[in-house]
């Protein structure tokens, strides 16, 4: 049975929907960033990304913030 959307429950439930969706794309993006990380991780095994960007290095950083970003693209067109 369909609510009137106008009415105080049919408003509650789009927000319920609305909650839901953000909290699933917000693990969605968290699972995914993860595993990217990782697999990176996994594919360039000859450099400690981690150390050289504690020393400061931009370069790998910048490396990292991009796989991050478009990771969250992807999620966000998936979602």
């Known amino acids: 049975m369909l609510q009137d959307p106008n009415s105080l429950m049919g408003i ?19 699972f995914g960033v993860g595993i990217a990380l990782k697999v990176f991780d996994w594919l360039s095994s000859d450099i400690d990304e981690w150390e050289e960007i504690k020393k400061g290095n931009m370069g790998v950083a910048l490396i990292f913030v991009s796989l991050i970003v478009m990771v969250g693209l992807l999620v966000y067109k998936v979602i």
Do not use: E, I, K, M
């Open 12 to 30: 509650l439930t789009q927000y319920g929907r609305a909650v839901g969706w953000s909290v699933t794309a917000a693990v969605g993006f968290a």
